[in-house]
């Protein structure tokens, strides 16, 4: 559900990279460290224009040549209902929607037509290490979500808890035989796709944010990976409309954001020559929330580079 309107400004780069350093424990995944450290950060001059902008070419060599366009987009800097909410609204997420784990919550309850506040942070600011988020999250990360008197972070399981409380279906709820299969391609997504794809998003999007040479052997360590997981996924969806099954679920949904962004890179084309799994990925990125989450996310509108 639209529950609010957004008033945009200029990413600073600390917000646009979002582990220290990047690997695979990428976005909210890094614990808190000082801005300072230079092998694992960038300094914090603010990019002041939003819009899309090609990614600069790897110089390391050959291998490399090519790396995606990136578009630093604008992130919610203040966050005001749209319409007539009830008083108290008590949902809110903290967090910079650009990061895909925080994309995932921010799916999840606009799947469920649920009114929410994204409350904006920044990174530069170091907002993830203040006390008041530390008593949110002691780990320093995002997203965190509060719901009345509750407070999660992880963001697998603020969807779970999203989708619990308020479409149940989407967790295969009346049926053990559904539900256990939710369960498995979650744990899926999390433990044999997101690792794999994320190690390519991780050189061939944010790499050059850096200001480094992507890492042209993780790349395609990340990409043989990927083909692998792939030809499972392939299986499954040539048999199953969605992978739980024939019915949508949370381990569909799952797999947007860190996907929205592989898509994004000149392997998009690992997906496509698998034809049940392009099928599927395109039925879930034209899904009205996730064109809607895929508006906060930097690569949106980005084109792919070509050599």
Excluded at 21 to 47: E, K, M, V
Aim: glycine fraction near 8%; hydrophobic fraction near 40%; include cysteine.
């Amino acid at each position: 559900m639209y529950a609010y309107a957004v008033t945009p400004r200029a990413l600073t780069k600390y917000e646009s990279i979002y582990s220290t350093p990047l690997s695979r424990t990428f976005f909210d995944r890094s614990s808190p460290r000082s801005p300072n450290s230079s092998s694992s950060s960038i300094n914090g001059n603010s990019n002041r224009q939003a819009g899309c902008k090609a990614g600069s070419k790897s110089s390391s060599s050959p291998s490399a040549s090519r790396c995606v366009g990136y578009c630093r987009a604008s992130t919610p800097s203040s966050v005001r209902p749209s319409r007539e909410q009830a008083p108290g609204m008590a949902v809110k997420v903290y967090g910079w929607a650009v990061s895909p784990y925080v994309s995932r919550a921010l799916l999840a309850l606009e799947e469920a037509g649920v009114d929410y506040e994204l409350v904006p942070m920044s990174r530069g600011a170091g907002d993830h290490r203040t006390p008041d988020h530390l008593a949110r999250n002691p780990f320093g990360q995002v997203p965190v979500l509060e719901d009345g008197d509750l407070t999660l972070f992880e963001s697998r399981a603020i969807a779970r808890h999203v989708f619990r409380k308020h479409r149940s279906e989407l967790l295969g709820s009346g049926s053990l035989e559904r539900a256990a299969a939710v369960d498995v391609w979650q744990e899926a997504e999390a433990q044999q796709l997101h690792p794999a794809a994320g190690a390519v998003v991780v050189e061939c999007v944010f790499a050059p944010l850096l200001g480094r040479a992507r890492d042209q052997a993780a790349v395609d360590a990340g990409v043989e990976k990927l083909r692998k997981v792939l030809e499972v996924y392939e299986a499954r969806l040539a048999t199953h409309r969605y992978l739980a099954g024939d019915f949508l679920s949370a381990a569909d949904l799952s797999h947007f954001p860190i996907l929205h962004y592989f898509m994004a890179t000149e392997y998009a084309g690992v997906v496509e020559e698998h034809p049940h799994v392009k099928a599927w990925w395109e039925g879930l990125a034209t899904r009205p929330a996730a064109r809607k989450v895929a508006g906060f996310m930097p690569l949106g509108g980005a084109k792919k580079q070509q050599e």
